[in-house]
């Protein structure tokens, strides 16, 4: 999880920090792309919010429609203070069981980490739960889904895409040293269509298969 820690002391009037390593992925899927940036007023939904400053770096840059849902109780409420002048909504949800959030009323949902969080047992064989528990959690019908994760794409590809009805575009992220790379997805329901991703640069093809930096 990113910042301090959910026990841990914080300044409440201290800016947000740059979104630092993930500033292009939202560049090219959320901020900088035409119908999705602040001025249009897309709807975001955070999925298992946690912490995260993520909204909150959002709201400085224009995003006021943000709706966080995450099922501690201790998180939502550390935010719903700490972040109380941005306008955010927080909210105590399982998002396996999103009741109160209709369907396609959401224009981007976001999870960094929180199917991450319900993944267990061997990766190349997971338990059913697994299966059962990403597929409750995956069926937003419209809009965008930006998934940022640190498992490798054919271990998550399966998950993610089960029946092959989202496209998927993905961007890698490193800093080009010994540590791990990471991986930002665009999904979308929409006809698979195997052509180089005009918004994301061309780094993936739509089954979500590598094809380098
Ligand atoms: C690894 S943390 C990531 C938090 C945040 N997205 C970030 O990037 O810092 C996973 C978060 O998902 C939340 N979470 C896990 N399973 C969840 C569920 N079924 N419903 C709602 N929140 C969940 C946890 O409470 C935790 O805050």
């Known amino acids: 999880m990113r910042g ?12 947000p920090q740059p979104i630092s390593a993930l500033e292009p ?39 006021r429609r943000q709706l966080c849902v995450d099922f501690s109780s201790t998180a939502v409420k550390l935010m719903k203070e700490r972040h109380a002048e941005y306008g955010i909504e927080w909210r105590l949800m399982d998002v396996r069981d999103m009741k109160g959030i209709d369907d396609a009323s959401v224009d981007v949902a976001f999870d960094k980490g929180t199917l991450d969080a319900m993944i267990h047992g061997s990766p190349w064989s997971p338990p059913q ?19 940022v994760t640190f498992r490798q794409p054919h271990f998550m590809t399966p998950l993610l895409n089960p029946e092959g009805l989202w496209t998927m575009h993905r961007q890698v992220f490193g800093d080009n040293t010994d540590s791990f790379d990471y991986y930002g997805y665009l999904m979308r ?25």
Not at 33 to 45: C, V
Not at 130 to 135: C, F, G, L, W
């Open 25 to 63: 992925f939202f560049a090219s899927n959320l901020i900088g792309y035409e119908g999705f940036t602040p001025q249009d007023e897309p709807f975001i939904l955070h999925l298992g919010s946690g912490d995260s400053t993520i909204p909150v770096e959002l709201a400085v840059r224009g995003n």
């Open 129 to 147: 739960e697994v299966r059962h528990n990403t597929s409750a959690y995956l069926r937003e019908d419209g809009g965008r889904f930006l998934h």
């Open 4 to 15: 301090i820690g959910m026990s841990g002391t914080r300044n409440l009037t201290a800016r």
């Open 189 to 213: 329901k929409l006809p698979i269509e195997n052509t180089q991703n005009p918004e994301t640069g061309g780094v993936t093809d739509a089954q979500g298969t590598y094809c380098g930096k």
